[in-house]
Each structure stands twice: as C-alpha cells, then as structure tokens.
C-alpha cells in the first residue's frame, strides 16, 4: 500500500540547508496539513464541508464585461447530474471522456461530473486539427466526445474513425443566466454554436446537448471505489521524449499530491481568487487553476480565452477580493500586462483599474522568466516567480520561494516531498552525477546532465507502457525530464536546453537556449528562438528566427549580416548564428511556448522543394 511517507526526501540535500528554504514549509509532502489522498470528488465533498463552502462562489465566468457567478452548491449539482446522465448511458469507472472545450463553467461541470463516477477525462487542445484529434481519441480508446457545436462540421469524419459512442455538444452560454437583454448581447458577441450539429446514417454514435441533458437528468447517489494510487483522473497529451504527443496518466494521488505541495509554498488559503486563463486541457491549468480552485475554496476567474488586458482590469475591478488574487500564467502574458500599463501611463492604470491592489502572488511557468519582465512586473504589482514543471509530473516539481534572494535563471527550490538529481543524459544507470548532498558534490555547469525527478507527483506512465523515462534508483522511482542541465551549491537548478534540442555543430554542443539568452542582450532584439538545421559541413548549423523591439525595423536599422557579427563578438563562434531571419511574430502554443519545431518545419519543407526543383 503505497503511503506518502513512502517520498521522505533526505533533509541533509543541500536545498534544505542552504538558507533559502522557506520558513515555516514543511520539508516532507507528509508533513503538510490537511493532506488525504482520496478520490478528488471525496476531497472536494469534504473540503466543502470543513469550510462551509457550499453557497459561496466557486466560478465567475468572464465573457466581456459579464460575469457569470456560480456557487460550489450550483457547480455540484450540475456536476452530480452530468456525472448520472454518464452513468446512466453505460460510461462507468475507467472509461474515457474527451473534453475539448475552453475554460468554460462547462468544461468545469464535464470534468466533476467524470471525477463524480470515476470516469477518466482526457483533455484536449481546442486548437487541435482533425488529424491531431484522430491521434489522441485513438490511443485514448475515448467513449465520449465533449464539444462546442461551432467545431462539428470540421471534426465529425474524424470520429466516425474512432471509438467514440457518444458526442455531447454544448455551447459557451449554455449555463449563463444573464438577463435576456444581456444575454441578446452576449449571443451576439459569441460565433452561433446551435443548430449545425445533426446526425446522418453513416454515423455509430449517439447525440445528446449538455445542457438538456443537465434539465432532464435526476442526480443519483453513485458510489464508486476508488485506488487513488492507481485509478488514473486523467490523460493528458505530452510530448514525451519523442515522436507524436503520447498521453500521460495521472491518478487521483499524482493530482491531490502535486496541489498540497504548492499549497504551503504560496501561502494559498480559501477565498484567493486564482484567475483561469491558461487552459484546463493542460495540466498547468489543471492543477493550479482548476483543481487548485475546487480543492482549496479559491474562487476562479474564468476566461474561454486569454483576454484583452483592458478586459482582464475590467473583470477584476468588478470582483471584490478581500484575501486578493493570484495569476498563474507564462512570461508572456505577464509582459503583455506590464507592457499595458506603460503604455497607459502607470499613474492612470492605478486610477483607473485596482488590479495592481488586489494581486498578491504571480506564479509564472512553461519556460523561463526574465529580469526585463520581472522587474517592471514587480514594481507596478507584486512578488512574481517561476515555477518548473511537466506534464508527467501533474505539473509542478519546483517555485523559486516568494521572498529572500531571487536567483536569475534558475528553477527554484524542489517542493516539499519531492526530489532532484543530475545523471548522465546517456547513462542514468551509472547513477547521480549530483543528488544534492554534500558529500558527492559535483555542483556547477561543469557537471551538466539531465534533471531528473522523483516523488509522488510522478504519473503513472504512459498509456501502453510506452515510457522510457521512468527508471528505478536508489529505491526511488525516477522521471526523466528530458531537460539538460545542472545543480548549484543551494540546491537550485539551471536548465541549460532540452536533450532533444541539442544543436550538434561539429562535434560541439549548442543549446538553444543559452543562444536564445545571449541574443536578447542585444539593444534592438524583443524575442530569438534558435534550432539547427542540417548542414552538410558541420552536421548542423544554427539558426536564430528573431524578432525586434517595436522601434525598430529589419534592414533599415539592422540587418543579419549585422547581428550575426555582433554574435560572433559576443559568444563561440560555433554558437553563433549561421543564419538570422527576422519575423513580426515567433509561434507560440495555447500555453505561451514558442514553437521551435514549428521554424524548423517550414525551413526544411523549403530545403526539401529547392532540392526537387533543382533535381
């Protein structure tokens, strides 16, 4: 029987003793209050209980300048009757729901009602194209399809190709209860999702509309038993190491576990308003919005799509929040807000908005955070700091603490129950390069290789038991990250690149994102993303896609030629750039990571018809 305790981390690694390990957070996930692993429907029941949180907003739903409030009490019952309508069509535990809907009450009401029953709910990109979606309901084997009714045409031969039993359509406005003029006005706002879904012979599945279904449907009590160290919540699609997204399963533990980690580190209690514009497929989302939000009591603002800052200001200084606000989010919303506020001036953005009184914590992720935002961050609003995490990992391993020293690049500090080493990127069984005591040492750049993880935020594998990157060390069960990098004297890691974007340029190694960095001390340069592309005199070359700072122009006040020779004064010569492109804009997905592998697409479909029209 696994236990909690079955995680102790050795309290003699170097990022318990260095001086930055935040007072009063608990060294051991143990050790943490009020923690129960149980099934994530059973804490929820039970912490709305403790905290009488029953009639008290749980979700404030944003669609312009409307906000639809709705009570934990209102959310249940909807959730208690979409889970019996499930049951009622034969969907029992195990069994798997696909969500493709925005942060939506909606999407919130599917994923509590699977939870409800045991059902297990795979999250999916809106943005996902047919073929992309074919993928992941085949190896999810989906029997339940949930979508907004504006996307049927494009997707409806995509599943009649799968295992799909049953498509629940539903619509963005479905659960608001505006008055009618309003809602004439929001119906006008929002694309016309009702009426272009119907069914033809040639389809095997049923058809059924949510919110009709929520009307007609009488809650029953459903018991289910549920192995939360075993019994998977949710399948969500990752990258893995290689090749197409695979699924990653992560049970009811791997997500409760992961949730009162972060609690302690950010002091989060109930009546925090978090606000909910990362998406809910992603486990980012998940975990810090929406489980965090439903398990903790902190009420969430939610958004079906990253808004306008001018919209976001609007929706909080209607709300009141007495306990403030925290904001979960990549660099680039951070920096889109701060970049708002200059332009506004920041002494009339103070008298026009108090979003800068009400926000008490900013937590950003999914990539690194720069001083240049940070810093004019922090002076308008509050402490913000970075979070490392992956989806297998429910997501969140590491947060730099909030107050002391903020170390520039580096991860943070492991989260309490959860452990960290370096091994050889090319030999984990060789054991730890550095696992953090003194006593093997090896701190600094000079002993590089790959993060590796280990605790009870792991996920189970990957549908099929296709992981490579789970192994046994020490009587622990490893992650491995597939991010390059090392550990300093305090316990903070640095991430030097991932292992799969390693650019080989003569035998020398290049990371992408030390280039990425380096290119960003240049006066004229917003944004770089590098990867290689094949050479045939040095294996590979580097490549920067590059973006300038709005006030200036490619060409007329810098060219390639000019910026590579400013990289070649200012780093290795074959780190250096080979090739420079400028764009207005980088490629970035739902959850703000630029899209390296989308550059290098394009340029080698180029490569590939020079080569045919040649020939």
């Known amino acids: 029987m696994t236990s909690l305790k079955d995680f102790h981390v050795d309290e003699n690694k170097v990022w318990f003793t260095g001086g930055h390990w935040p007072e009063g957070v608990p060294k051991q996930i143990y050790e943490v209050e009020d923690v129960n692993i149980e099934s994530l429907h059973e804490g929820l029941v039970r912490q709305a209980d403790s905290l009488d949180l029953w009639d008290k907003d749980i979700c404030i739903f944003a669609l312009g ?219 980012f989302g998940l975990t810090c919005v929406m489980n965090g939000g439903l398990s903790l009591g902190m009420p969430m603002l939610l958004f079906p799509r990253p808004p306008s800052d001018e ?120 054991g730890p390069i550095c696992d953090g005591t003194p006593e093997r040492g090896n701190f600094g750049v000079e002993h590089t290789g790959e993060i590796c993880i280990a605790g009870p935020q792991v996920m189970k594998g990957y549908i099929g038991g296709t992981e490579d990157n789970i192994k046994e060390w020490g009587g622990k069960r490893w992650l491995l990250t597939g991010d390059i990098g090392f550990m300093d004297e305090e316990g903070y890691c640095e991430i030097r690149d991932r292992k799969k974007s390693l650019i080989k340029v003569s035998g020398h190694s290049v990371y992408p994102k030390e280039v990425e960095e380096l290119m960003g001390n240049h006066e004229m340069v917003d944004e770089a993303a590098v990867a290689g592309i094949p050479d045939e005199m040095t294996g590979e070359a580097v490549k920067a896609w590059v973006t300038l700072k709005k006030e200036y122009k490619a060409d007329k006040d810098i060219d390639a030629e000019t910026l590579k020779k400013w990289c070649q004064e200012n780093m290795a010569k074959w780190k250096s750039p080979s090739y420079i492109e400028f764009v207005k804009r980088l490629p970035i997905n739902l959850v703000g990571k630029v899209q390296r592998r989308v550059l290098q697409e394009k340029d080698l479909e180029k490569l590939e018809k020079g080569k045919k029209i040649k020939g």
């Open 65 to 283: 300048p409307y906000l639809e409030r709705t009570s934990m009490r209102t959310l249940m019952d909807y959730a208690k009757k979409f889970g019996t309508f499930l049951h009622d069509i034969g969907i029992r535990k195990g069994d798997v729901v696909a969500v493709d809907l925005p942060n939506s009450l909606n999407f919130v009401i599917a994923y509590m009602g699977c939870m409800y029953i045991g059902a297990i709910v795979a999250g999916v990109n809106p943005t996902y194209r047919p073929m992309e979606l074919l993928h992941e309901l085949t190896i999810t084997e989906a029997k339940v399809f949930i979508m907004l009714d504006m996307f049927w045409r494009s997707i409806q031969k995509v599943l009649g190709r799968t295992k799909v039993e049953h498509v629940i359509a539903t619509d963005v406005l479905d659960f608001v209860t505006a008055e009618p003029e309003t809602f004439a006005r929001l119906r006008e706002a929002v694309p016309d999702q009702s009426g272009d879904v119907e069914l033809t012979e040639e389809h095997k599945f049923k058809l059924y509309r949510m919110k009709k279904v929520i009307e007609e449907t009488e809650p029953k009590e459903i018991e289910v038993d549920i192995d939360p160290w075993n019994d998977p919540a949710c399948y969500l699609m990752t990258g893995g190491t290689t090749g197409l997204p695979k699924a990653a399963v992560l049970t009811h533990a791997n997500l409760i576990s992961d949730l009162h980690m972060i609690k302690p580190w950010v002091n989060l209690e109930p009546g925090i308003i978090s606000i909910g514009s990362i998406p809910f497929f992603h486990s």
């Open 311 to 430: 919209d976001l200001c609007g929706a909080v200084n209607q709300i009141d929040a007495p306990k403030g606000i925290i904001y979960v989010g990549v660099e680039m919303l951070f920096k889109r807000l701060t970049d708002f506020v200059e332009k506004m001036g920041v002494e009339e953005f103070k008298k026009t908005y108090d979003f800068w009184q009400k926000l008490k914590y900013a937590n950003q992720g999914a990539g690194p955070l720069h001083d240049y935002v940070r810093i004019p961050f922090e002076e308008i609003f509050c402490p913000i700091r970075s979070g490392y995490g992956l989806t297998e990992t429910s997501p969140v391993v590491s947060i730099a603490p909030f107050w002391g020293p903020y170390k520039i690049g580096k991860l943070g500090l492991p989260l309490p129950g959860t452990d960290w080493a370096i091994f050889d990127s090319e030999n984990f069984e060789a």
